[in-house]
């Protein structure tokens, strides 16, 4: 099992950025690091993923060049740093982790972003 604890939500105004954090733990194999977001009224959508060994990294065309994704192996924890927010970014994010395509079996508890205009 691995259990996800995801910080770093808030409200900020649109240009601005905010770091969310995905602290993992129990097993240490986590294979791969997702991060997804549900905007209000829409369906959940995927942001982007880590590969936890390689480090290679795959971003949703909405976020490319704004988003990165990256990991701290000793840490046990995942990034998403956001910058240039838009308001279309108003979400509650999701970090999920481990092996599947295209979502991993573990999921963290959810972190509200909101980006005023």
């Known amino acids: 099992q691995v259990q996800l604890v995801e910080s770093g939500g808030g409200l900020v105004q649109a240009g601005g950025s905010l770091r969310l954090s995905c602290a993992a733990s129990g097993r240490t194999f986590i294979s791969s690091v997702r991060w997804f977001r549900r905007p209000p009224g829409k369906e959940r959508e995927f942001v982007a993923t880590i590969s936890w060994t390689s480090g290679i990294t795959y971003y949703a065309d909405s976020v490319k060049g704004r988003f990165t994704i990256s990991r701290d192996i000793p840490k046990n924890t995942a990034y998403l740093q956001m910058d240039a927010l838009k308001p279309e970014d108003t979400a509650v994010y999701y970090c999920?982790?481990?092996?599947?395509?295209?979502?991993?079996?573990?999921w963290g508890q959810g972190t509200q972003v909101t980006v005023s205009s």
């Open positions: 999920n982790a481990g092996p599947g395509v295209p979502t991993g079996p573990y």
